[in-house]
Nanobody, 126 residues
């Protein structure tokens, strides 16, 4: 089992920044890719960014590329999402996810992940 706990969400004005953290406990997320997804009210959960186990491969949704940065500190079992130049359309609940062990397919789909956090709310005011 892997437990994921997100933190760092909150209210920010457009153009501002937030840094989300995701701490893993239980069996570590050793060897697993990690990702951030988000879900706005009335919309489906969508991929934001993913990072490989050693951090060498990172993927971003087009809507956040150049503004968001995903990173990880495996010694701390923690994944981060640095969000800059935030826009009102970034308002959503942000979820951390751990990829299935040994997975090697597309990382932008929810089916790639078998552990999810409870989410942290990000609200960007205009």
């Amino acid at each position: 089992q892997v437990q994921l706990v997100e933190s760092g969400g909150g209210l920010v004005q457009a153009g501002g920044s937030l840094r989300l953290s995701c701490a893993a406990s239980g069996r570590t997320f050793s060897g697993r890719a990690m990702a951030w997804f988000r879900q706005a009210p009335g919309k489906e959960r969508e991929f934001v960014a993913s990072v490989s186990w050693i951090g060498s491969s990172r993927y971003y949704a087009g809507s956040v590329k150049g503004r968001f940065t995903i990173s990880r500190e495996n010694s701390k079992n923690t994944v981060y999402l640095q969000m800059n130049s935030l826009k009102p359309e970034d308002t959503a609940v942000y979820y951390c996810a751990a990829a299935k062990s040994g997975y090697s397919g597309t990382y932008s789909v929810t089916s790639a992940y078998d552990y999810w956090g409870q989410g942290t709310q990000v609200y960007v005011s205009s």
